[in-house]
């Protein structure tokens, strides 16, 4: 079973801004060579590759969505994208447009060793950034069961500003 929800992407930025700069202010040295690297600007063998570990999927399919030539559903350059450290891709924050201004997240997945790290706020915020840079308004999640890490994201969105802040 799966649901899906919509936020504002400004609203989903802002609680991720909160949590990336948390950490970078209790951590600095866990976030420091984190970057951003954009679609077309990393080898799609290594995107293919950590997206059949990370997320599944049979690699020519995804290398037809990296393309742009999948009749499924293909992964917008301007809002996707690869998240690097110490010089290696280690997570993937991939989206597509339902509309001009509406993004869905199709992924948000770190690689194994790097899950439940410091460096999950980094992906979601570099990734919702780039959404917001691009003109995306609203920004749609689907959550399968057993996701508990998004349930949990999820349900911080859900909750009223003060609370947030107390987290």
């Known amino acids: 079973m799966a649901a899906t929800f919509t936020f504002a992407a400004q609203h989903v930025l802002e609680d991720a801004g909160r949590a990336f700069r948390a950490v970078q202010r209790r951590h600095p040295d866990a976030t420091a060579d984190a970057a951003w690297v954009a679609l077309e600007e990393i080898d799609h063998a290594t995107l293919i590759e950590l997206h ?68 999950s706020p980094a992906l979601k915020y570099f990734g919702i950034q780039q959404c917001v840079r691009a003109g995306i308004r609203d920004v749609r999640f689907q959550i399968m069961d057993g996701a508990m890490d998004t349930v949990a994201y999820v349900r911080r969105l859900h909750r009223p500003a003060k609370q947030r802040d107390r987290s």
């Open 52 to 119: 059949a570990i990370l997320l599944g999927s049979d690699r020519d399919e995804i290398a037809a969505r990296l393309s742009g030539t999948s009749c499924i559903v293909n992964y917008h350059k301007d809002i996707s994208g690869a998240l690097c450290a110490a010089g290696h891709a280690v997570g993937l924050f991939l989206a597509y447009r339902e509309a001009e201004d509406v993004a869905f997240v199709y992924g948000v997945a770190l690689a194994m060793a790097r899950r439940r790290t410091r460096l």
